[in-house]
């Protein structure tokens, strides 16, 4: 892992006329033809990644100042049901072992735990909403924007291996690099 944290470069951000506005040029994808929807999503994830991570923080952010004792409490609710969930992924065998000693302190922990996320459930889907909206904003432009000669040539030096950005970390992880980078 230390080595793609060392050769992770972050890419510059792209001008909001090319993002955007003016030089920008959208069209409704293909549907027919789901490969090239799909090679058209990856190669602009690539390019516009570092706008992309713009969307999703400012996204977050608004979410966060129009809600944000719910957006603090979904958070903590998040970090607690994933902190639990990886406890419970590595030690399971003494989580069930804890069960069937004591079923009557497992059946309240249990009980406690549901009242909590649904205590929670209200600010847990302000955190989610947060993050869902930036992700279909992300998707959408993505999916609409086509693309030129500049975002060809930056995708073809990222896929030769010259470079390691964060979107293409995420992706080759997601097992979608393979075909885009070689």
Not at 32 to 59: A, E, H, M, P, S
Not at 91 to 101: D, L, P, S, T, Y
Not at 124 to 134: A, R
Request: aromatic fraction near 14%; include cysteine.
């Amino acid at each position: 892992m230390d080595k793609v944290t060392n050769d992770l470069e972050i890419p510059p951000r792209r001008d909001w006329n090319d993002f955007f506005l003016d030089s920008a040029r959208f069209q409704i994808p293909n549907l027919k033809d789901l490969n090239k929807w799909n090679n058209r999503v990856v190669q602009n994830l690539i390019y516009y990644q570092t706008n992309y991570f713009y969307i999703l923080f400012g996204t977050f952010f608004i979410t966060g100042l129009l809600h944000p004792v719910k957006m603090l409490v979904g958070t903590v609710t998040m970090i607690v049901i994933i902190v639990i969930f990886a406890y419970v992924s590595t030690e399971g065998r003494a989580v069930h072992n804890f069960k069937k000693q004591y079923p009557a302190a497992g059946l309240i922990f249990i009980l406690l735990g549901s009242c909590f996320v649904m205590y929670t459930l209200g600010s847990l889907l302000v955190f989610l909403f947060g993050i869902l909206m930036s992700l279909a904003v992300i998707f959408l432009h993505a999916s609409l924007r086509l693309r030129h000669i500049k975002n060809k040539l930056v995708n073809k030096i990222e896929g030769s291996g010259l470079r390691r950005t964060p979107m293409g970390v995420l992706l080759e992880e997601l097992g979608m690099g393979q075909e885009y980078f070689g």
